[in-house]
Every structure is written in C-alpha cells, then in structure tokens.
C-alpha cells in the first residue's frame, strides 16, 4: 500500500463548477497535511496546508481533514481553466518535515 | 531574494557519465531537501540537510548517488555512471527550521536530466 494515494484522473469540470481532489494516507501519526498544485514542466507550489480535523478556507479553496478516516480533500469552487493542473497532496511524516507525495491529480477544467 | 534556484536547468548526457546538480535555497533557510520526480508521479525523497548535516537518506539513493551541503548554504547532488533509469526531474526545496513557514517547502524550478 502506497504510503499517500491520490485518484490519478483526469479529473474534468466545466468553468465555474467545485472541483473535489481526494487523497487518502496510511501513517496514523501524520500531522500536517499540504496541497501543491504543479503546471506541467513546472514545480510544485503550495495551494493550501492543515493540521487539525475540519475545514480550512482560503479564497477559493477549502481544504478538509479527517485524521480518523486518513482523508484530506481538496475544494476548488468557480473552477476556472487556470486551474488546469495536477494537484499533489503531501503528508509531514517526519519532526523536520519531509513530506511523502502522492502521485497527484490531474485536473482539467473545460471552458 | 529570488526564491530556490537550481543548476543546470536541463542536463542530457550519455549513459555512464557524471552529473552535478547545483541547489541555492533561499538564504535564511537551513533545511534543504533534494526530490526526484518521474514523469505522472508525485515527487519522491532523496535526501535532507539541516544546515551542513546530512541527516537522512532515502533507499533511492544508491550509491552513484552523493549529495553534499559543505557550508550550509548551496548543496550539490552527483549522480556518477548515470543509467537511462536516473531520467527524472530533480527537484530542490528548502524551508526554515522554525517560524510561521517551518512547515512549508518552497521548491526551485528543478534540473531535468535526460540520460541517452
């Protein structure tokens, strides 16, 4: 079993829909919980980061933990065509935060 | 401060020769980390410098591979008698010890090799 696991899609939307990214983990004792998004040829960018169970909103994102069930999601409302990316959810495993990476999310958002 | 910068930003070599890739973190971070990402994957771990110590190490790292932070600033990654499976995106991220960013990687553009 893969230590973070991400739905690899594509995931397709039409502009202005909510986008809704999973990723699941397997190690009980992960704290902190990211989101990066990454443009193809491009590196990873921080989006969003969680710690505690529950929601957490930034503009047009929310992320949400659930640390019983090992879930983290990622919302994107009024998805637009900028958003076309791949999304990787990471986990802080470690004290000095080394982050293990899912295999990411593409998402596709259609005009 | 211009963020994490990485050297070369493309690299194509033969099969059996050397590589160095150069990392700049940004000035006031002492942690630094080197990833590796293949093409429809998620970045994976190499290794980890907290100022010059290098305090962990992936099993992906074989030993062709070295990386070095001499004074806890730039860092450097050698991969010697590359193989076409070295192919890979390497990718350099740093992050503060302590303060409101120690939880947040900020990653370089990375150095995509091509081995031949």
């Known amino acids: 079993q893969k230590e973070v696991e991400q739905n690899s899609g594509p995931l397709s939307v039409p502009e202005g829909a909510i986008a809704s990214l999973n990723c699941t983990y397997s190690d009980r004792v992960s704290q902190s919980f990211f989101w990066y998004r990454q443009y193809s040829g491009k590196s990873p960018e921080l989006i969003m980061s969680?710690?505690?169970?529950g929601d957490k909103e930034d503009g047009r994102f929310t992320a949400q933990l659930n640390k019983a069930s090992q879930y983290v999601s990622l919302l994107i409302r009024d998805s637009q065509p900028s958003d076309s990316a791949t999304y990787l959810c990471a986990v802080n495993t470690g004290g000095y935060n080394k982050l293990i990476f899912g295999a990411g999310t593409r998402l596709a958002v259609h005009p | 401060d211009t963020g994490v910068s990485q050297d070369p930003r493309h690299k194509i070599t033969k099969r059996g020769q050397n590589v160095t890739f150069r990392c700049d973190p940004i000035s006031e971070h002492n942690r630094l980390y080197w990833y590796r990402q293949t093409l429809g994957q998620g970045p994976e771990f190499l290794t980890y410098f907290q100022n010059e110590a290098q305090l962990e190490k992936s099993r992906l790292l074989s030993d062709r591979f070295s990386a070095e932070r001499p004074k806890g600033s730039f860092s450097t990654l050698e991969i010697q008698r590359t193989e076409q499976g070295d192919s890979a995106m390497y990718l350099c991220a740093s992050s503060p010890r302590t303060g409101s960013g120690a939880n947040v990687l900020t990653f370089g553009a990375g150095s995509r090799l091509t081995v031949l």
């Open positions: 969680i710690y505690s169970n």
